[in-house]
């Protein structure tokens, strides 16, 4: 499902875009809401995955959201680049799905990588790991982990068996190239096929 929100503001003090509190609260209001038209229910759990910072009016906006549709198991996540790169011996890099736990709020994960059964490493370029940062989570690093990797496998529409970001942010990344065109009063499509 395709919603989308306002337009977010680039903080003069993290150069983060964030929406406040209000526009936060309404985009998982309507998430919620396209979600109960195809479903008839509402999710037991959500996971928000952000390519930024999560401050503290987003927050209170989505979790006002997910309160008031009686929603209380939710996960932030911020999943970026990575700096942060691992070596091992040999001529390969890093195995596709190595954690590296920083602390109890960050890790490492490589998403790309080599793969034991191919034994090599099936890209071109030396891959870069995903930097995730556990913002309000209620699961384990290793869990959050696990789904990301599986996230990343789920781009049907190529031919490559793995992808360096997961589908939620790559779709969204996907949409809001066709959505920058269209005016802000517009009527948008819901299904994420139109937008491929």
Same mark, same amino acid.
């Given at each position: 499902?395709?919603?989308?929100?306002?337009t977010?503001?680039?903080?003069?003090?993290?150069?983060?875009p964030h929406?406040?509190?209000?526009?936060?609260?309404? %985009?998982?209001?309507?998430?919620?809401?396209r979600?109960?038209?195809?479903h008839?229910?509402?999710p037991?759990? #959500?996971v928000?995955?952000?390519?930024?910072?999560?401050?503290?009016?987003?927050?209170?906006?989505?979790?006002?959201? %997910?309160?008031?549709?009686? #929603?209380s198991?939710?996960?932030f996540?911020?999943v970026?680049?990575?700096?942060?790169?691992?070596?091992?011996?040999?001529?390969?890099?890093?195995?596709?799905?190595? !954690?590296?736990?920083?602390?109890?709020?960050?890790?490492?994960?490589?998403?790309?990588?080599?793969?034991?059964?191919?034994?090599?490493?099936?890209?071109?370029?030396?891959?870069?790991?995903?930097?995730?940062r %556990?913002?309000?989570?209620?699961?384990t690093?290793? @869990?959050?982990?696990?789904? #990301?990797?599986?996230l990343?496998?789920?781009?049907?529409?190529?031919t490559q @068996?793995?992808?360096?970001?997961p589908?939620? !942010?790559?779709?969204?990344?996907?949409?809001s190239?066709? !959505?920058?065109y269209?005016?802000e009063?517009?009527?948008?499509?819901?299904r994420y096929?139109?937008?491929?």
């Amino acid at each position: 499902m395709v919603v989308r929100g306002r337009t977010a503001t680039v903080s003069k003090e993290d150069r983060h875009p964030h929406l406040p509190e209000e526009h936060a609260y309404e %985009l998982v209001k309507d998430a919620l809401a396209r979600y109960w038209d195809v479903h008839k229910t509402f999710p037991a759990r #959500i996971v928000l995955h952000k390519s930024s910072r999560f401050d503290d009016n987003e927050q209170r906006g989505f979790e006002a959201a %997910l309160k008031e549709k009686g #929603i209380s198991t939710h996960d932030f996540l911020w999943v970026s680049q990575s700096a942060t790169k691992l070596y091992r011996a040999g001529k390969y890099p890093p195995l596709r799905g190595t !954690l590296l736990t920083l602390d109890d709020r960050e890790m490492v994960l490589y998403t790309r990588g080599s793969v034991d059964f191919f034994e090599t490493y099936p890209g071109k370029y030396v891959p870069t790991p995903l930097r995730i940062r %556990l913002e309000n989570t209620e699961q384990t690093q290793r @869990f959050l982990a696990r789904e #990301i990797l599986a996230l990343t496998k789920m781009n049907w529409n190529k031919t490559q @068996f793995d992808g360096a970001q997961p589908i939620t !942010l790559q779709a969204s990344r996907n949409c809001s190239n066709v !959505l920058r065109y269209c005016s802000e009063g517009w009527q948008i499509e819901p299904r994420y096929s139109f937008y491929m």
